[in-house]
């Protein structure tokens, strides 16, 4: 089975300033894919990114970037010069490749709730 | 662009009555499936589906049945609703294995 934990459950910053969210996970296998959500308070949740596990490299898409670290096994989350519209709850998700059996399903943590004050 | 629609935003049954949550998926997905999030508890896999007809139970599948008679939709059964399962709960819909979900804007369910 695995497991993916987020330890801040919830955040506060002011706007403008850059924050992170961490990302643990455990799995056995050795391929695997990690992902990112945002959920907005409207409530649907939106993709952000996906990242395979034999691909270290960091990623930026404009204001976020993605550092991932096999040795450490996180897949952290960094928002530089935050704005209110970041304000939501974000899920990091990991799903095996070659898992046998058991659930096909991302394995979710339990979100952090980033909250970004004017 | 992928849309997953889920019938209802809001729903209030009474303790006992049997529910129905509908999902349609337009992309033609093999996969489509259920979570139900809770506060501090995250998304929690209810059941998935492969293809038409198939179903597969996820990590908290205990009252719950699903149904997949076409492709484009997949229902979730409660076949006796209680109180604890008061929830949100999402629909998804995927590919293949490994490529991203797309879900649904999630009905909020209230058992009284």
């Known amino acids: 089975a695995q497991k993916v934990t987020q330890a801040q459950t919830e955040i506060s910053v002011v706007e403008k300033e850059d924050v992170t969210l961490d990302c643990v996970y455990e799995t056995r296998d050795t391929t695997y894919y990690l992902f990112w959500y945002k959920q907005p308070p409207s409530g649907e949740l939106v993709f952000l990114i996906r990242r395979n596990s034999f691909d270290e490299q960091n990623e930026i898409s404009g204001r976020y970037s993605w550092n991932f670290q096999k040795s450490t096994s996180s897949f952290n989350f960094t928002i530089t010069a935050s704005q209110v519209v970041d304000s939501a709850v974000y899920f990091c998700a990991l799903i095996p490749l070659n898992s046998g059996g058991g659930a096909d399903g991302l394995t979710f943590g339990k979100g952090t709730h980033l909250i970004i004050q004017p | 662009d992928v849309k997953v629609t889920q019938s209802s935003r809001y729903l209030v049954k009474r303790t006992g009555e049997k529910v129905f949550l509908e999902c349609v998926q337009d992309m033609d997905h093999e996969n489509m499936f259920w979570y139900r999030q809770d506060p501090g508890l995250g998304l929690r896999l209810i059941y998935f589906?492969?293809?038409?007809?198939?179903?597969e139970k996820g990590d908290i599948p205990e009252g719950y049945s699903v149904s997949r008679e076409k492709k484009e939709r997949f229902s979730l059964i409660l076949e006796s609703a209680s109180t604890n399962q008061t929830s949100m709960y999402l629909c998804?819909?995927?590919?293949?294995?490994?490529?991203?979900?797309?879900f649904g804007n999630g009905t909020r369910l209230t058992v009284t």
């Open positions: 998804a819909s995927s590919s293949n294995r490994g490529s991203p979900l797309h």
């Open positions: 589906s492969y293809d038409v007809k198939m179903k």
